[in-house]
């Protein structure tokens, strides 16, 4: 059984301080499968227009990423261009074409919907709450969002909280959800609406596990250098979830452990543009760092 990811799949175009990549491979769905990879075999579902480069489709068949999920539509495939500036904690929105990505979903292949785990990457909630109708029982559901379905969906997103395990969110966001700024507030407010864990996302400060048990913070890896952010919460995700697939380990303790894979992974994944340093990357290095942040952080999981 493998792990279920359903997101996006893009072409994007980079410009940070110094430097710039045009038609680079992104989207949620690519960093997540990807860097869960490393750990556990991934599908991947989503949909890419008919000018989708076939070197790009290569890249995930590298990996053990079933792609047989991958639809191709009639267009253009969605492109984002962003802008960094300063430390590059946030990027500047320059254009965005969602091109067949805001067409109507082709939905879960049937032989993908036995997925025992699966991760709803950003998309609008209502699509995360069809694509759980069409699963089995998945055993672990962990859903991302974002402000724009914060302020347009907000119904339909608490409604899917009821429905999934965990949820992964930047701290901009669960401020605007909950309307409370202090973090730990805020996550016992998102707690009561149904997930049983929270990971804030916290960029360069690292990230905050919150739990009806314990709260749980760890530092962030200092990449060795920061080129590209794009899609460091979408590999985070990728890392902790292929863990938790790998293990089957959801406690307390799992899913501490698997914040600090998350973590190393997109360090890893921030020094190149696009997929460029993961590529290059192979599971020993991620271990390597990972006791690196153990040793850095004073941590014993």
Same mark, same amino acid.
């Given at each position: 059984?493998?792990?279920?990811?359903?997101?996006?799949?893009?072409?994007?175009?980079?410009?940070?301080?110094?430097?710039?990549?045009? #038609?680079?491979?992104?989207?949620?769905?690519?960093?997540?499968?990807?860097?869960?990879?490393?750990?556990?075999?991934?599908?991947?579902?989503?949909?890419?227009?008919?000018?989708?480069?076939?070197?790009?489709?290569?890249?995930?068949?590298?990996?053990?990423?079933?792609?047989?999920?991958?639809?191709?539509?009639? !267009?253009?495939?969605?492109? $984002?261009?962003? *802008?960094?500036? #300063?430390?590059?904690?946030?990027?500047?929105?320059?254009?965005?074409? =969602?091109?067949?990505?805001?067409?109507?979903?082709?939905?879960?292949?049937?032989?993908?919907?036995?997925?025992?785990?699966? @991760?709803?990457?950003?998309?609008?909630?209502?699509?995360?709450? *069809?694509? =759980?109708?069409?699963?089995?029982?998945?055993?672990?559901?962990?859903?991302?969002?974002?402000?724009? $379905?914060?302020?347009?969906?907000?119904?339909?997103?608490?409604?899917?909280?009821?429905?999934?395990? !965990?949820?992964?969110?930047?701290?901009?966001?669960?401020?605007?959800?909950?309307?409370?700024?202090? %973090?730990?507030?805020?996550?016992?407010?998102? =707690?009561?609406? #149904?997930?049983?864990?929270?990971?804030?996302?916290?960029?360069?400060?690292?990230?905050? %596990? @919150?739990?009806?048990?314990?709260?749980?913070? %760890?530092?962030?890896?200092?990449?060795?250098?920061?080129?590209?952010?794009?899609?460091?919460?979408?590999?985070?995700?990728?890392?902790?979830?292929?863990?938790?697939?790998?293990?089957?380990?959801?406690?307390?303790? !799992? %899913?501490?452990?698997?914040?600090?894979?998350?973590?190393?992974?997109?360090?890893?994944?921030?020094?190149?543009?696009?997929? !460029?340093?993961?590529?290059?990357?192979? *599971?020993?290095?991620?271990?390597?760092?990972?006791? &690196?942040?153990?040793?850095?952080? #004073? &941590?014993?999981?």
């Amino acid at each position: 059984m493998s792990l279920l990811v359903v997101g996006s799949v893009a072409i994007d175009t980079v410009e940070t301080p110094k430097s710039k990549a045009e #038609g680079v491979l992104g989207g949620s769905a690519t960093y997540f499968s990807y860097a869960a990879s490393f750990f556990y075999p991934v599908s991947l579902v989503g949909v890419v227009g008919d000018d989708f480069p076939t070197h790009f489709t290569d890249v995930f068949r590298k990996r053990p990423i079933d792609i047989s999920g991958l639809f191709t539509l009639p !267009g253009k495939t969605f492109r $984002w261009h962003g *802008r960094y500036t #300063g430390r590059m904690n946030e990027a500047e929105t320059v254009k965005v074409e =969602l091109g067949v990505f805001g067409n109507d979903h082709p939905g879960v292949p049937e032989k993908f919907r036995s997925s025992r785990f699966v @991760f709803l990457a950003n998309a609008s909630p209502h699509l995360q709450s *069809r694509i =759980l109708d069409e699963m089995q029982a998945p055993q672990l559901v962990v859903a991302d969002t974002m402000n724009y $379905w914060i302020e347009n969906e907000r119904e339909a997103l608490i409604e899917l909280f009821k429905r999934i395990k !965990g949820i992964a969110i930047n701290e901009r966001e669960i401020r605007m959800l909950t309307l409370e700024h202090n %973090l730990a507030k805020a996550a016992k407010s998102l =707690l009561a609406l #149904g997930p049983d864990f929270v990971v804030v996302k916290r960029g360069d400060k690292g990230s905050v %596990l @919150f739990t009806s048990e314990e709260e749980f913070s %760890l530092s962030a890896f200092p990449p060795e250098e920061l080129k590209d952010p794009t899609g460091a919460g979408d590999a985070f995700a990728g890392g902790m979830m292929g863990y938790l697939a790998r293990t089957g380990d959801h406690s307390l303790a !799992g %899913l501490k452990k698997a914040v600090a894979y998350g973590t190393v992974v997109a360090s890893i994944g921030v020094e190149d543009f696009s997929l !460029g340093a993961l590529e290059r990357t192979e *599971r020993k290095a991620i271990e390597a760092r990972f006791v &690196q942040l153990m040793h850095m952080t #004073g &941590q014993s999981l």
